[in-house]
């Protein structure tokens, strides 16, 4: 006669409770060994996305690639990954990497497109959404981080792409801020970074407060825009003590001038406005410090 198993010995009841413990332990030793493995938990896209070099240390929030996912639809392309929000007409994030073999010379596109790989039942916004309403098109990957071919640049005139951005902050503050990203790309380093727009109400060039645009779709106007960046030397494998990450948070508006570095925060202060977890697959015990910075600007 067989022996009975320990399971056999259980009332049904008692079974259910053992089989939760089961999968409770085993949560718990994949935690472990995801963060031996030097994989610590984020947010999560599918793997391909997850491989794509534009997020090689994690997505800030999660998106998905299903329709239902209306408000953090994942768009993951070799130029860029997104989060795009149908509500607010609006990326919540995107997040790219810049290196020098990324800058080149094609000629910059001028013809904004609506982005054909939206699900049909989204609306696609369209260039003339913005039409006569004092706010820039502006970009969140900026043109000529992707000016090495003419393919890859008229990927980033998709609207999905593109904030309702108003005049002075485009032209000036964040205009320079993504040239001096490029400059150090340029010197041997490549660059991680996430930006996004946050909040409702930003001010245009009529210098009139204004929460949306478009007619038939509005589209929020953002409050501010944000922009967090980690510098490494070309080829380094992970961030370390010393590696320079910081971050800028800009009103949306008209009173923004050329100085960008007086708009530099501690990246921690993004996450808190935001709700988001910048660069989720470097271990807290490396990045957490290194958010608390407002003196590592390269």
């Known amino acids: 006669m067989a022996s009975k198993s320990f399971l ?5 009841t008692q079974r259910v409770i053992a089989g939760v413990v089961i999968l409770v332990i085993a949560g718990v030793v994949a935690l472990v060994r ?13 793997q391909q996305t997850l ?46 990497n810049l290196t020098a ?13 609506p982005d054909p790989d939206l699900p049909k039942d989204f609306y696609h916004v369209k260039p003339s959404d913005y039409t006569a309403s004092g706010f820039d098109r502006g970009h969140m990957c900026a043109s000529k981080d992707r000016s090495n071919s003419k393919e890859d640049n008229n990927i980033l005139f998709y609207m999905t792409n593109i904030i309702p951005q108003a005049p002075n902050n485009n032209q000036k503050g964040w205009r320079l801020l993504e040239e001096h990203c490029r400059s150090l790309a340029k010197k041997n380093s490549e660059l991680y970074i996430a ?22 779709h ?3 106007v953002p409050e501010s825009v944000w922009k967090v960046v980690m510098v490494l030397p070309n ?30 925060v501690p990246v921690s202060t993004v996450e808190q406005r935001t709700g988001y977890k910048f660069f989720p697959f470097v271990h807290d015990d490396v990045a957490g410090p290194l958010k608390t910075h407002t003196d590592r600007v390269p």
């Open 34 to 46: 995801s963060r031996q493995e030097g994989h610590p938990p984020g947010p999560q896209g599918d």
């Open 195 to 216: 930006c996004g727009p946050h909040g409702r109400g930003g001010f245009g060039k009529d210098e009139v407060k204004h929460f949306t645009i478009g007619k038939s």
């Open 8 to 12: 056999d010995e259980l009332t049904p």
């Open 218 to 220: 509005p589209i929020t």
């Open 235 to 264: 080829k380094t494998a992970a961030p370390s003590a010393d590696t320079p990450v910081f971050a800028v948070w800009m009103p949306n508006d008209q009173t923004v001038d050329s100085d960008w570095k007086k708009y530099v």
């Open 51 to 96: 491989e794509n070099r534009n997020v090689r240390f994690g997505m800030p929030a999660e998106a998905k690639h299903d329709p239902a996912n209306r408000e953090a639809y994942l768009i993951d392309r070799p130029q860029y990954v997104l989060s795009y929000n149908d509500a607010t007409k609006n990326p919540n994030w995107v997040c790219w």
């Open 101 to 113: 073999s990324d800058i080149g010379t094609a000629e910059r596109d001028t013809s904004f497109e």
